[in-house]
C-alpha cells in the first residue's frame, strides 16, 4: 500500500494567515492526489483533484501544487470557515489511501 | 444535486455483523461508483471498498476476507457487511460517490455513521 504522511497533524493559526499543509507520498504518485476539508459532524468535502485542480465553488484562496511525492495545499488568507481537518488521498493505486490528517485551529 | 445518507445500527456486538446502508437521492446511481469508508478514533481515513452500478466490486486487502458490497435491488442504495466484528471495527463510517474517473477523487459523502462494537 502507498503510505501518505502529512505535516503537521495540527496547526494554530489566525484569520488571515497563509498555512501550508505537507503531504508526502510513500512512492511516486504523479499527480494522483486529491485533498478533502472535514469538519465535526459533516461530510468531507472535495477541495482539490489532480494535485492542483480546484474543484467548481471552492475559494480561489485555496492552492495545491506538488508531483512524485511531495504535495502542499496553501491557503493564502485564512478565513472563519476554513478552521477544519485537511486529508490527503491518493488515487494512484488501490488500495486508496488517506494521510492521517491535519486539524487547524484558531489561534 | 446527488445525496447521500448512511442507516444501520450504531452498536454491534463482538464477533457478530455489521450492516450499513447508503441511499442515494437526488440523481442516478449509474455510471458511477459507490465506496465505503472508515475512520476510527485520532486515525485518517481508510478506504473499504468500492462498487459499480452494474454490479462489480472491489475491497481493500486488508479486510477483503470479512467484507461484502452489494447494490440494492432498486438502485438507490448499497450496502456494506463486515463480518466477525472486533473492537477495531468500531468507526465512523462513510459513503460516497466515487472513485471518479480520471482523478480517483470521491465527492460528495455522506455524513457519516458511528458504529460501536461492543457487547
Known amino acids: 500500500d502507498i503510505q501518505m504522511t502529512q505535516s503537521p497533524s495540527s496547526l494554530s493559526a489566525s484569520v488571515g494567515d497563509r498555512i501550508t499543509i505537507t503531504c508526502r507520498a510513500s512512492e511516486s504518485i504523479g499527480t494522483y492526489l486529491n485533498w478533502y476539508q472535514q469538519k465535526p459532524g459533516k461530510a468531507p468535502n472535495l477541495l482539490i483533484h489532480?494535485?492542483?485542480n480546484l474543484q467548481n465553488g471552492v475559494p480561489s484562496r485555496f492552492g495545491g501544487s506538488g508531483s512524485g511525492t511531495d504535495f502542499t495545499l496553501t491557503i493564502s488568507s485564512l478565513q472563519p470557515e476554513d478552521f477544519a481537518t485537511y486529508s490527503c488521498?491518493?488515487?494512484?493505486?488501490?488500495?486508496?489511501?488517506f494521510g492521517q490528517g491535519t486539524k487547524l485551529d484558531i489561534k | 444535486q446527488v445525496q447521500l445518507q448512511e442507516s444501520g445500527p450504531g452498536v454491534v456486538k463482538p464477533s457478530e455483523t455489521l450492516s450499513l446502508t447508503c441511499t442515494v437521492s437526488?440523481?442516478?446511481?449509474?455510471?458511477?461508483?459507490w465506496s465505503w469508508f472508515r475512520q476510527s478514533p485520532g486515525m485518517g481515513l481508510e478506504w473499504i471498498g468500492h462498487?459499480?452500478?452494474?454490479?462489480?466490486?472491489t475491497y481493500n486487502p486488508s479486510l477483503k476476507s470479512r467484507v461484502t458490497i452489494s447494490l440494492g435491488t432498486s438502485r438507490t442504495h448499497f450496502s456494506l457487511r463486515l463480518t466477525s466484528v472486533t473492537a477495531a471495527d468500531t468507526a465512523l463510517y462513510y459513503c460516497?460517490?466515487?472513485?471518479?474517473?480520471?482523478?480517483?477523487?470521491?465527492?460528495?459523502w455522506g455524513q457519516g455513521t458511528l458504529v460501536i462494537v461492543s457487547s
Open positions: 437526488g440523481g442516478s446511481m449509474r455510471s458511477y461508483y
Open positions: 488521498q491518493q488515487s494512484y493505486s488501490i488500495p486508496y489511501t
Open positions: 462498487i459499480y452500478y452494474t454490479g462489480g466490486a
Open positions: 460516497a460517490r466515487g472513485p471518479m474517473s480520471n482523478w480517483g477523487t470521491f465527492d460528495p
Open positions: 489532480a494535485a492542483s
